[in-house]
Structure formats: structure tokens, C-alpha cells
């Protein structure tokens, strides 16, 4: 029986990562194939490629490594691309993706990116991870102005299960909001139908200003502000991180999966943090298995991208978003306890959670990389020689 309850808590926790990190997204990704000039038939096949590739190399990595690696599509290199992309043709975008791809892979073969993450103190990357993480925590509560009762529903549920049935917590807050919010009448599921989705292949075109105006700037978003806390979230959970060999396998496959449609992969954050919290697995050497569970969820989104994007449209938004805040309530509980354990890093560890926590930008580069390179110079000044 206690093998059964471990393998529905894996289950269920990759199940809500893909579902939090698919949903949350879905919406820019469409929006950039349709700047770039594209139709909805292009966005299904997107989805299938991106689904294939996140889900068979999330696989590949955690059970070779035994470490909970989750692999997700870049969703500030997406909201990136909306903008920056505009102008440009579908052949010189899926060039400009096989270059930033190929900078992420130098990135991985020369080993520098692993150099300077060593060099973080646990302290402040668990206070980065818990910046990057309190807002979702925050709008469980905001969202509760737009659906009370779903939301209300789905906290106390939330409580409850942790206080009688820790395992199925997740699963009873998932089940409880869908019914309640289609009981309601939110949930509109009369446009979903079964549609094959299929690849579609775009020659790729290079250009120097392609390279300037897209590669560059999706390459640093990437970094910055997706693998770095990617990366971080490991190393906040005390696990090895594989970095320059991960870094070195997702480029390698997204430069040569890009004219398929795979515009950016790194590690994923948030959703990762879920497969690593206790809910996933008492054991923090078996929650590998949760990353594994979410890696085949990503396949079977894949293969049913098409009607995938119409449920996914179908569910309100602010219970999608709700629920991945009641998802990540311990982590960011924890996270914040070890970020000020020591005396030594509290005054760096809380500058690199509110920087973190803002919505600072600067050069494109998001508040994540802004927090880390804060808190580091906060240390350097109040540290006592």
C-alpha cells in the first residue's frame, strides 16, 4: 500500500507541474507563432515537438542522474519573442533559435555557467527561489477577488488533505477546483475535439540581425532568468546539479529540434519545484521519479497537442495559476527557512528575495539574475573580514 501511495504522489506531482507549466504559457506561445506569421495548425505542431523533446529529455536526465530534472519551454523567452520577433519571417526566427541554441551549448561544452553557479551560496539561492516563487503564493489569495469560491474551496481542501491525507493533497485541491469551477458553469469544454496534431518543418535562414535582435537577447533571458534559478532550485534542495552537461544536452537537442519548432528549452523552475517538495516523495532520493512522471505527461500532451490547447483554454486562468501556488506553499515555507538560518547571510539573503521578488529588468535581463548578483554584493559589503 505504501508503494502505491508513493508512486500517485510522483504521479500526481508531475501531472500538476505539466498541467501548471503547460497552461500558464500555452497563451504566448500561440501568440508568437501568430507574430511570426503562423497558423494555429503551426502552433499544434509546435506543441508537439516542444512536448516530445521536454518530456523524452526530463526522462533521460533525472534517471541518469537520479536528480529531479524537469525540462520546460522558455516562457520569458516567449514573452520575449512577441516583441523582438516582430518583423522577421518564420525561416529567419527558426535560424535565429538554432543560434541561441548553439550559444547555450558552448555554454555547457566550456563549463564557465557551472563555475559561477558553485560559487552561490545556498543561502541566497534558496532566497532566489523563494523570490521567484511568493508570488504565486500571493495570488492564490489575489485570484480568490475573481472566483471566491473555487479558490476558497480548493485552500481549505489544500489543508485538510495535508492535516488526514498528505499523499492525496494535490490531487484532492485538483479534483475539487475542476468540479466546483464546471459546476459553476466557468469550465466550457463544447469546442473540445479529438485532432491530430503533425510536424511541420521550416527550412531555417540566418542573418546578422536576426542573430542581434533574437538570439542574443533569447539566450540571455534564458539563462538568466530560467536555467539560473532552474539550477538554483537544485542546488536550494541540496542536489548536485549536472549543469554544463545539461546545459550541453538541452542545446544540443534545441538547435537541432529548432526548424520542428522548439524555439527554447532549459530547465524549468517553478514547475520543478514542485517535483522536488515532499508532497512528491518523503525520500529526496526517489522524488527523480516525480521529474520522470512529468517528462511522460509532457508525451501524452504532445501527442494530443491539438486538443490539449482547447481544454487548456477552457479552464480559467485563475485557477490554473491558484493552483500552482497551493502547489508550491511548503517550498517557499522551506525555502525561506534555510535562506535565513545564518546569521552570516540574512541581510544578503533578504536584499536577493525582494529584488528577486520585484519586477526589476534591466537590458533584458529579469529580476532573478538581478537578485542573486544583489544579494552577492550585499555579502561582499557587510561581510565582516
Not at 328 to 344: K, M, P, R, Y
Request: proline share 3%; aromatic share 10%; charged share 10%.
Amino acid at each position: 500500500m505504501a508503494g502505491t501511495d508513493q508512486l500517485l504522489s510522483r504521479t500526481m506531482a508531475g501531472l500538476v507541474a505539466v498541467i501548471i507549466g503547460f497552461s500558464s504559457s500555452i497563451a504566448l506561445i500561440y501568440q508568437v507563432v501568430i507574430t511570426l506569421g503562423g497558423t494555429p495548425e503551426l502552433v499544434a505542431s509546435w506543441i508537439l515537438m516542444l512536448g516530445l523533446v521536454m518530456g523524452s529529455t526530463s526522462i533521460v536526465l533525472s534517471f541518469y542522474y537520479k536528480v529531479p530534472i524537469l525540462i520546460a519551454w522558455s516562457t520569458t523567452g516567449a514573452a520575449l519573442l512577441i516583441s523582438s520577433a516582430q518583423g522577421y519571417s518564420l525561416p529567419e526566427a527558426i535560424g535565429a533559435f538554432m543560434l541561441s541554441a548553439l550559444l547555450v551549448l558552448v555554454s555547457g561544452i566550456t563549463g564557465w555557467f557551472e563555475k559561477i553557479m558553485n560559487r552561490i551560496p545556498s543561502e541566497l539561492a534558496c532566497a532566489m527561489l523563494a523570490g521567484v516563487l511568493v508570488t504565486f503564493g500571493i495570488d492564490v489569495f489575489n485570484f480568490m477577488n475573481d472566483m471566491p469560491l473555487v479558490i476558497g474551496l480548493m485552500v481549505v481542501v489544500y489543508f485538510i488533505g495535508k492535516r488526514f491525507f498528505a499523499r492525496f493533497a494535490m490531487l484532492s485541491v485538483l479534483l475539487a477546483g475542476i468540479f466546483l469551477a464546471w459546476y459553476m458553469g466557468n469550465i466550457d469544454t463544447s469546442t473540445v475535439h479529438w485532432q491530430a496534431s503533425s510536424f511541420t518543418y521550416i527550412a531555417p535562414s540566418f542573418s546578422l540581425q536576426a542573430f542581434v535582435s533574437i538570439s542574443i537577447p533569447l539566450y540571455i533571458v534564458t539563462m538568466t532568468s530560467q536555467n539560473l534559478p532552474g539550477f538554483a532550485i537544485l542546488k536550494a534542495h541540496n542536489y548536485k546539479a549536472p549543469i554544463s552537461s545539461s546545459l550541453t544536452v538541452t542545446g544540443l537537442i534545441n538547435c537541432v529540434t529548432a526548424p520542428f519548432g522548439t524555439y527554447s528549452i532549459n530547465l524549468a523552475a517553478i514547475t520543478a519545484a514542485i517535483c522536488m517538495s515532499e508532497e512528491a516523495d518523503k525520500d529526496p532520493d526517489k522524488r527523480y521519479w516525480a521529474s520522470i512522471a512529468g517528462g511522460v505527461f509532457y508525451i501524452i500532451m504532445a501527442l494530443c497537442a491539438a486538443m490539449l490547447v482547447a481544454i487548456v483554454a477552457s479552464l480559467p486562468q485563475a485557477l490554473v495559476l491558484a493552483l500552482a501556488g497551493i502547489a508550491l506553499f511548503g517550498t517557499i515555507a522551506n525555502s525561506l527557512q534555510q535562506s535565513l538560518h545564518s546569521a552570516e547571510y540574512t541581510e544578503a539573503a533578504i536584499i536577493t528575495f525582494l529584488v528577486t521578488a520585484s519586477d526589476l529588468t534591466l537590458w533584458s535581463v529579469g529580476s532573478a539574475c538581478w537578485g542573486i548578483i544583489a544579494g552577492a554584493i550585499t555579502l561582499i559589503v557587510t561581510r565582516k573580514r
